[in-house]
């Protein structure tokens, strides 16, 4: 992608950055300039596929996991460097979501 958005007064070369949301549509951009960038990329997701960066899955890792679970955010941020949050749940994508459901993912998870 020419004409990476990234801010090129920071240097993504050799990083450890860890994405959450990475395969939604805002964190999937945010994976392809990082791997542009020379990052090294770890994608966290609740389960969404992860066919926006498919074809950056030989340098990309991507581990599927529940921020809101205790022992996960300890496990997916060991080891890196920079971590950018967009892992989000709203009602326009899942209207069953309660508003605990909602807390938790959007709120809780980001403070643990």
């Known amino acids: 992608m020419t004409g990476s958005?990234?801010?090129?007064r920071l240097t993504w070369r050799g990083r450890r950055v860890l994405v959450t949301g990475?395969?939604?549509f805002i964190g999937a951009r945010a994976?392809?300039?990082?791997d542009e960038a020379g990052a090294e990329v770890r994608v966290v997701s609740l389960g969404e596929s992860p066919?926006?960066?498919?074809?950056?899955?030989t340098r990309v890792e991507v581990i599927e996991a529940d921020l809101g679970a205790p022992e996960v955010p300890e496990q997916v941020v060991d080891g890196v460097d920079?971590?950018?949050h967009f892992a989000s749940q709203?009602?326009?994508w899942n209207p069953s979501n309660t508003i605990e459901q909602l807390l938790s993912t959007n709120t809780l998870?980001?403070?643990r």
């Open 51 to 57: 066919s926006r960066i498919a074809d950056l899955l």
């Open 109 to 111: 998870a980001t403070y």
């Open 31 to 34: 994976v392809r300039q990082l």
């Open 22 to 24: 990475g395969c939604g």
């Open 90 to 92: 709203g009602v326009a």
């Open 82 to 84: 920079v971590v950018l």
């Open 5 to 8: 958005s990234l801010d090129p």
